[in-house]
């Protein structure tokens, strides 16, 4: 597939995905979310991808929320094919078995926030901006921003920002748990860049576990969450990384990963 609202770019094992309609603050279109999905399918089948970025192009936005552009007049049932569309690629995105990262670079705002916190680590610079707006235009966050946020900055929090629709800078989101570390703007995307390349040296089969657990015993009963963290355990001993982990630690040297 060539990609027309997005950039895709592979690089010592970290790829990058770049939302790109600069001129529109990177609002996310119909043709720019199936990118989406596209680029998740290429990210998850291809071994030589260890981590992900997705970032946003200009030094403006990381992505304004939805295209709103086509929203007038829309019926409730027309609109559900955009939003089910925009949900479905964004839970692939949050259930790909590798790490991923935002790199958010300005205004992170409805359906940019809500990509975002699809993410498993959100890195900002201090030129960042955060909000869900749709409650000025009358809407509500469509793309699981009302279900994410307050899990990620509990609920007080999420309503206050979902119900008041005001925008936070980028130490408040870091000070509320929304993003984990923030970068001057010149040095954000190189900061990220070197914790991607850190987790890329990483075993790829313990990542994915950690995440599958995390991501997937969240929701569950502790005891069942439980039981869920066992099996993944126990599956990392089916890789040779295992065995090259405990060989280094006991001869005092860095391990090498195959990712085998
Ligand atoms: N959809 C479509 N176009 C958008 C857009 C969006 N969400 N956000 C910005 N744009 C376009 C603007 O229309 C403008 O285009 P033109 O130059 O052709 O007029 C261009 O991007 C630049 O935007 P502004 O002129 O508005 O830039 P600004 O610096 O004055 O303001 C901003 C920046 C505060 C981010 C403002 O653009 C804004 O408020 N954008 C909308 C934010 C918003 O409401 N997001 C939520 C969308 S709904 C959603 O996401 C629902 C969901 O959960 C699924």
Redesign the pocket.
């Known amino acids: 597939m060539d990609y027309k609202d997005i950039l895709f770019e592979v690089e010592s094992n970290i790829a990058t995905i770049t939302l790109n309609r600069p001129?529109?603050?990177n609002?996310?279109s119909s043709e720019m979310i199936s990118e989406i999905g596209d680029a998740v399918s290429r990210c998850e089948s291809d071994d030589e991808i260890r981590v992900v970025i997705l970032t946003g192009a200009g030094d403006?936005?990381f992505a304004?929320?939805?295209?709103?552009?086509g929203f007038k007049n829309k019926s409730p049932r027309e609109i559900i094919p955009f939003?089910e569309e925009?949900h479905n690629a964004f839970r692939r995105l949050e259930l790909l078995g590798k790490a991923t990262i935002a790199a958010i670079n300005g205004?992170a705002?409805?359906?940019?926030e809500?990509i975002a916190m699809c993410c498993d680590i959100r890195f900002c610079s201090d030129r960042a901006v955060f909000g869900?707006?749709?409650v000025?235009?009358g809407?509500i966050?469509?793309?699981g921003?009302t279900q994410r946020l307050a899990r990620l900055v509990g609920m007080g929090r999420a309503k206050e920002l979902i119900m008041s629709g005001e925008n936070i800078k980028a130490q408040r989101a870091f000070e509320i748990g929304l993003v984990n570390r923030v970068f001057p703007a010149e040095t954000l995307m190189e900061e990220t860049r070197k914790f991607a390349g850190k987790l890329a040296g990483m075993p790829p089969f313990a990542i994915k576990m950690a995440k599958y657990a995390i991501n997937h015993g969240y929701d569950m009963a502790l005891d069942n969450a439980r039981n869920l963290e066992i099996q993944c355990f126990s599956q990392c001993f089916s890789t040779s990384d295992l065995e090259e982990g405990l060989n280094a630690f006991q001869e005092k040297r860095k391990p090498q990963f195959t990712g085998k």
């Open positions: 001129k529109a603050l609002a996310l403006k936005a304004a929320g939805a295209d709103i552009s939003i925009g205004y705002l409805g359906g940019g809500e869900q707006p749709e000025l235009l809407l966050p469509g793309w921003g």
